[in-house]
């Protein structure tokens, strides 16, 4: 996406409202490209050349003991077991990295999977979230920001990356399936929130540079399958339905998310 497309937020109804969508261009063309990933590799060696920063500034989420927290119940939704990052992913991240998930299920049996990274000193703990899914076997159909109106956000409006995604599934027999979810992420600093790993570099090579500051980022990512299961059956779900239910948990959960 382009700095010059628009957003369009529906006005919140009485009720639940729902998420809007940004407007999309037709696409950026080859000089606008060179000139994005240009400016990213300036941030990216400007940030390492930066290592030495003498100040860390607070997170923009909540703590717990020092580290980020999931409520176990809020709403309609019932969490299940808190987990941390796994033995794999400690073994990959920088040793100050700080993370944990929880499977969310409300009353009608709606899963949603909620997973928060915060990184420490080093910048390299938060990556865009396109190279893990890739390289778990997903390939996307449609990328696009999406807004969700939140209390206590700029504008009142939390804006996400959403990503229509799927996945093809061996099964035994040499058979195979299919399988379809929705994606939503969003970056997390003090007094920062965006929906963009390019805006997240730019603004932490400023940061770092001019301000001799490294803001502690945490990224949220939201998971939600395109199906459901109901009495037995299984039910599929629209892009539009499964994004409309990600902006409901988002509402439920994000209060709990900001600092106290």
Same mark, same amino acid.
């Given at each position: 996406m382009t700095d010059g497309q628009t957003e369009n937020v529906a006005a919140p109804a009485a009720a639940r409202? =729902?998420?809007a969508? *940004? &407007?999309?261009?037709?696409g950026p063309g080859i000089v606008q490209i060179a000139i994005v990933v240009a400016i990213l590799g300036g941030g990216v060696l400007l940030t390492a050349s930066t290592s030495n920063v003498s100040t860390v500034s607070e997170p923009g989420i909540r703590l717990v003991e020092g580290k980020p927290f999931l409520v176990e119940k809020l709403g309609d939704w019932e969490g299940g077991p808190l987990q941390g990052l796994t033995d794999a992913e400690r073994k990959i991240l920088p040793a100050d990295t700080e993370g944990v998930r929880r499977i969310y299920t409300d009353k009608n049996g709606n899963e949603v999977y909620c997973s928060v990274i915060l *990184? !420490?000193?080093d910048v390299t703990s938060i990556h865009r979230p396109e190279l893990c899914l890739t390289g778990q076997g997903w390939k996307f159909d449609r990328e696009r920001v999406e807004g969700v109106p939140v209390i206590g956000?700029?504008?009142g409006v939390l804006r996400m990356t959403c990503i229509d995604a799927r996945r093809t599934i061996a099964l035994p027999h040499g058979n195979a =399936? *299919? =399988? @379809? &979810?929705e994606f939503a992420y969003w970056f997390v600093g003090k !007094?920062? #929130? =965006?929906?963009?790993?390019w805006? @997240?570099? #730019?603004l932490t090579t400023k940061d770092r540079v001019l301000l001799n500051r490294n803001v502690r980022w945490a990224y949220f990512l939201i998971y939600a399958p395109m199906l459901t299961e109901r009495d037995g059956e299984v039910q599929k779900r629209t892009e539009t339905e499964t994004v409309q239910l990600i902006s409901r948990f988002i509402q439920d959960i994000y209060p709990t998310l900001t600092p106290q």
């Open positions: 409202p =729902t998420a969508v *940004e &407007a999309r261009s037709k *990184e !420490g000193s956000t700029p504008n =399936t *299919e =399988t @379809r &979810a !007094g920062r #929130l =965006t929906p963009y790993h805006q @997240r570099i #730019l």
